[in-house]
């Protein structure tokens, strides 16, 4: 019912260490994006990349895939941490990558992906989803890039599918509150037209019905 679709293999990067002579606006000149990387046991380090290539990898990763950046002492395995996209361009501006530590898990919101069709909805009802990513823990090398959720067996009011129903990769633990629902069936709330139009005509508190016909002046 539940499944996760993992990204592989990792993405690489080739990126250099910047100049600190060039400012980032000289940089983006050039069709470079200046970006730092950091970690719980390793120092900021500023860093530069080539502009094209970087897009691409942004688009395919996103912040739920490990990159693999190459070109400096040693290959770093890193996440998109942050991401400063111009407003009108939609070009990337800045990035930050996170370094992970070798050996240990990472704690990530995951996005979710709802696929297939609820009868539920096909007799009228209405799905309410209540979340839209969760949080695990979970080994690099498992990190899955998004996690769907069959909603077609959600048929009567009442059905639902709760954090815990999520079938996660082997390494990961749910981080979330297992009995929390991700989407469930409610009923279609529709105003009755007769109620409506009752409501409508009802004199206000204290008011006075309207008279038949129009009053004339003597």
Do not use: C
């Not at 970087?54 to 040693?74: F, M, P, S, Y």
């Not at 082997?170 to 007769?194: C, K, M, R, Y």
């Amino acid at each position: 019912m539940l499944k996760s679709r993992i990204l592989s293999p990792m993405l690489a990067l080739e990126v250099q260490v910047r100049d600190p002579k060039e400012t980032p606006d000289e940089l983006r000149a050039r069709g470079i994006v200046p970006a730092v990387m950091y970690g719980h046991n390793e120092p900021a380090q500023s860093i530069s990349v080539n502009a094209g290539v970087l897009e691409g990898v942004w688009r395919d990763a996103g912040e739920t895939t490990v990159i693999t950046l190459k070109g400096l002492k040693e290959d770093k395995e890193t996440l998109i941490h942050d991401a400063q996209v111009h407003p009108v361009t939609g070009k990337l501006m800045h990035v930050d990558f996170l370094v992970l530590e070798k050996g240990k898990k990472i704690e990530i919101s995951v996005p979710l992906e709802f696929v297939g069709e609820a009868p539920a909805e096909k007799a009228g009802h209405s799905l309410n989803k209540a979340l839209h990513e969760i949080e695990i823990e979970v080994a690099p090398a498992e990190l899955p890039h998004s996690i769907e959720v069959d909603i077609s067996s959600l048929s009567e009011i009442g059905d639902h599918v709760t954090a815990a129903q999520i079938k996660l990769p082997p390494s990961a633990t749910l981080i979330t509150d297992p009995e929390e629902f991700v989407v469930s069936v409610t009923g279609h709330e529709e105003e009755p037209a007769e109620e409506a139009k009752t409501e409508e005509a009802a004199p206000a508190e204290g008011e006075a019905p309207a008279a038949e016909g129009a009053a004339t002046e003597a």
